[in-house]
T-cell receptor, first 113, second 114 residues
Framework: ETGVTQSPTHLIKTRGQQVTLRCSSQ?????VSWYQQALGQGPQFIFQ???????GRGNFPPRFSGLQFPNYSSELNVNALELDDSALYLC????????????FGPGTRLTVL | GEDVEQSLFLSVREGDSSVINCTYT??????LYWYKQEPGAGLQLLTY?????DMKQDQRLTVLLNKKDKHLSLRIADTQTGDSAIYFC??????????????FGKGTHLIIQP
């Protein structure tokens, strides 16, 4: 148990819909990152939030957006879902931008039909 | 762009040593990591090494880094059934991934034979 929780655990959506995934970071962790892990692949970095601001982004289109709240919990929003968005979405938190260890949640499995 | 390569499967007998290999392309990689992923669980950081180090040992785990060849390995001594998992190699320029995040390989499935 890392203290990072994600909801929901599983989700099924259809192409074109929008989805919101949630992450509750470990207490005191002000930095949250989101990763997409397609089946059989390693996680790919989507973006990072630090103190409610996005301060880093991987190679993902603008329809992937996020929020971080004052309590440092976070949301990942994906608009106009595509079949290729089917994946495990992982969030990871750490106590600061300089901290080496990221604590990963168990992920949300998104299936797009 | 950055790339991290790993072989997909490794099968070892219980009690033997496992050696998982990784190569990376980004010469500005500063931190290199090994993560473990068990079914239904998130990623767990096993160990990391700074690029100015050659070796790091932590109990049953030994990490070797050849910076010239951009080659990283993880040795697990006395492999047990509980070590069965997917092992990911990852690299970053900043600590903890920084604002650019971690770049992961595709993972090596470690299979333990009784």
């Amino acid at each position: 148990e890392t203290g990072v929780t994600q909801s929901p655990t599983h989700l099924i959506k259809t192409r074109g819909q929008q989805v919101t995934l949630r992450c509750s970071s470990q207490s005191g962790h002000n930095t949250v990152s989101w990763y997409q892990q397609a089946l059989g692949q390693g996680p790919q970095f989507i973006f990072q939030y630090y103190r409610e601001e996005e301060n880093g982004r991987g190679n993902f289109p603008p329809r992937f957006s996020g929020l971080q709240f004052p309590n440092y919990s976070s949301e990942l929003n994906v608009n106009a879902l595509e079949l290729d968005d089917s994946a495990l979405y992982l969030c990871a938190s750490r106590p600061g931008q300089g901290a080496l260890e990221q604590f990963f949640g168990p992920g949300t499995r998104l299936t797009v039909l | 762009g950055e790339d991290v390569e790993q072989s997909l499967f490794l099968s070892v007998r219980e009690g033997d040593s496992s050696v998982i290999n990784c190569t990376y392309t980004d010469s500005s990689s500063t931190y290199l990591y090994w993560y473990k992923q068990e079914p239904g669980a998130g990623l767990q950081l096993l160990t990391y090494i700074f690029s100015n180090m050659d070796m790091k040992q932590d109990q049953r785990l030994t990490v070797l880094l050849n910076k010239k060849d951009k080659h990283l390995s993880l040795r697990i001594a006395d492999t047990q059934t509980g070590d069965s998992a997917i092992y990911f190699c990852a690299e970053s320029e900043g600590s903890g991934g920084g604002a650019d995040g971690l770049t992961f390989g595709k993972g090596t499935h470690l299979i333990i034979q009784p």
